[in-house]
């Protein structure tokens, strides 16, 4: 066996058309070969590890799964080599869950799914932001953020000017900003909060909610934030960095969000 015969071998047994004893075959020569050649012994080590990456490499990546923006910034190998990891390794798919706060949902590894049905993409639905305090005291506010649809002919400021409702850049674009604005300019911390919808699916998103502090008393962390829509209520904290995302949430469901932000000072 030489080392093309060896890799034509893997690639047939990775699409049904070589046995388990021929894969196992080209594996020992590739192994043995790897003790002389660099190349060779980079391409068994992939070949040998789930997903071409150890535990320890797919361990650093999954924080960058869990925001938008980092995620989207990740090499597509990468993020390939991640997922691959990820279907194939049950204990490091249970501490991805873990992170996203989703103990106990079993996982399911290598099973067939179906062609995903085509979906019509959701666009974003055209709200205005209405911001309610409900607690203002010398160390805590209370902020209530909801939505309510824009009417095609109604306007709103867009910081420019005005437009009306009917008018969208990309309504089906990869993201859209619900509100971004200061809280309360005269509390003691002053923080700007944004509510960023991130497209990851035709009709679902994440909800990113940031908090900055102009100030950098770092006030941003350890905020309290409540989501609330139909009968769901969802209570996360906000990280060093101030911001804390709200998983797959239905678009249709936007206008019908409440979002609380308890601010401590």
């Not at 691959?84 to 590894?109: I, W």
């Not at 062609?115 to 203002?136: G, S, Y």
């Not at 953020?145 to 009917?166: C, D, K, L, M, W």
Request: glycine share 6%; aromatic share 8%.
């Amino acid at each position: 066996m030489d080392e093309a015969t060896a890799n034509k071998i893997l690639e047939d047994y990775l699409t049904g058309r070589a046995s388990e004893a021929e894969f196992r075959q080209a594996l020992d020569f590739l192994r043995k070969r790897a003790e002389f050649d660099t190349g060779l012994a980079a391409l068994f080590r992939d070949l040998d590890l789930l997903g071409g990456i150890d535990h320890e490499a797919a361990q650093e990546i999954m924080p960058y799964y869990l925001e938008p923006l980092a995620r989207a910034q990740l090499p597509p190998d990468e993020r390939r080599r991640f997922v691959a990891h990820m279907s194939q390794c049950p204990d490091c798919a249970t501490d991805f869950l873990e992170l996203q706060g989703l103990v106990g949902v079993p996982v399911p590894l290598l099973a067939p799914t179906p062609a995903p049905a085509v979906t019509e993409t959701k666009p974003w639905p055209h709200l205005e932001p209405l911001v309610q305090a409900l607690k203002n005291m010398v160390r805590s506010s209370i902020y209530a953020i909801r939505f309510e649809p824009v009417t095609a002919n109604g306007v709103h400021e867009t910081g420019s000017g005005y437009q009306t409702g009917a008018e969208t850049n990309d309504p089906t674009g990869e993201y859209s900003v619900l509100f971004e604005d200061f809280l309360d300019e005269t509390t003691e911390t002053g923080l700007q909060a944004s509510i960023t919808a991130w497209r990851t699916s035709a009709t679902r998103c994440d909800l990113q909610v940031e908090l900055v502090d102009p100030l950098e008393q770092n006030h941003q962390s350890g905020q309290t934030i409540t989501l609330e829509y139909t009968d769901k209520r969802i209570i996360q904290k906000t990280g060093e960095n101030g911001e804390t995302v709200f998983l797959s949430l239905e678009i249709a469901m936007l206008p019908s969000l409440k979002i609380k932000i308890e601010v401590k000072s």
